[in-house]
T-cell receptor
Framework: DQQVKQNSPSLSVQEGRISILNCDYTNSMFDYFLWYKKYPAEGPTFLISISSIKDKNEDGRFTVFLNKSAKHLSLHIVPSQPGDSAVYFCAGRQGGSEKLVFGKGTKLTVNP | KAGVTQTPRYLIKTRGQQVTLSCSPISGHRSVSWYQQTPGQGLQFLFEYFSETQRNKGNFPGRFSGRQFSNSRSEMNVSTLELGDSALYLC?????????????FGSGTRLTVV
């Protein structure tokens, strides 16, 4: 049972435009959601998180939106830059634990 | 400050052998979690340690085990290696309530079983 789903394996956008990465979840017990960026052969790098009691969190070019009724969250990157090209993972944290459940990732390519 | 350090970076082992991987968390971080990343299954939670105690465990066979020392450094061990254990093994450390600040991952250990 895949509790966190990233249905788009890849996304390609032009530099300067908005990138929107989507994530759906099934587990209502997640208390936090996190987004990570990953390059090959490196560990994931934390980008931004959101508590399950919030609906938006913003940090510079990155904004995460949470729609609890739809069990959906999205990461917006504005403006997109070529250096943003990487695989992006969405993760939910199981409440009361430090366990993260990851989606399978979306590969973002930002074209100059 | 230093990040999460995992050693070794690369390992090649033969089926049936056992392996030990090491993780040094960020200074002051007491929670250490381990994840396995494979192309087919993505990132999967193995286990989490806090103050030398395993608090959570993922759905992996008993061949996968770990421990944490009093200085928060952690090791994971895989016994009787199988070809399917070939993966990138990642360690993450955090403060007790670190979700809002993320979990910091190391660069991982790439294990190849031949």
């Amino acid at each position: 049972d895949q509790q966190v789903k990233q249905n788009s394996p890849s996304l390609s956008v032009q530099e300067g435009r908005i990138s929107i990465l989507n994530c759906d979840y099934t587990n209502s017990m997640f208390d936090y959601f996190l987004w990570y960026k990953k390059y090959p052969a490196e560990g994931p790098t934390f980008l931004i998180s959101i508590s399950s009691i919030k609906d938006k969190n913003e940090d510079g070019r990155f904004t995460v939106f949470l729609n609890k009724s739809a069990k959906h969250l999205s990461l917006h990157i504005v403006p997109s830059q070529p250096g943003d090209s990487a695989v992006y993972f969405c993760a939910g944290r199981q409440g009361g634990s430090e366990k993260l459940v990851f989606g399978k990732g979306t590969k973002l390519t930002v074209n100059p | 400050k230093a990040g999460v350090t995992q050693t070794p970076r690369y390992l090649i082992k033969t089926r049936g052998q056992q392996v030990t991987l090491s993780c040094s968390p960020i200074s002051g971080h007491r929670s250490v979690s381990w994840y396995q990343q494979t192309p087919g299954q993505g990132l999967q939670f193995l286990f989490e340690y806090f103050s030398e105690t395993q608090r959570n465990k993922g759905n992996f066979p008993g061949r996968f085990s770990g421990r944490q020392f009093s200085n928060s450094r952690s090791e994971m061990n895989v016994s009787t290696l199988e070809l399917g254990d070939s993966a990138l093994y990642l360690c993450a450390s955090s403060h007790t309530q670190g979700a809002g600040y993320g979990y910091t991952f190391g660069s991982g250990t790439r294990l190849t079983v031949v």
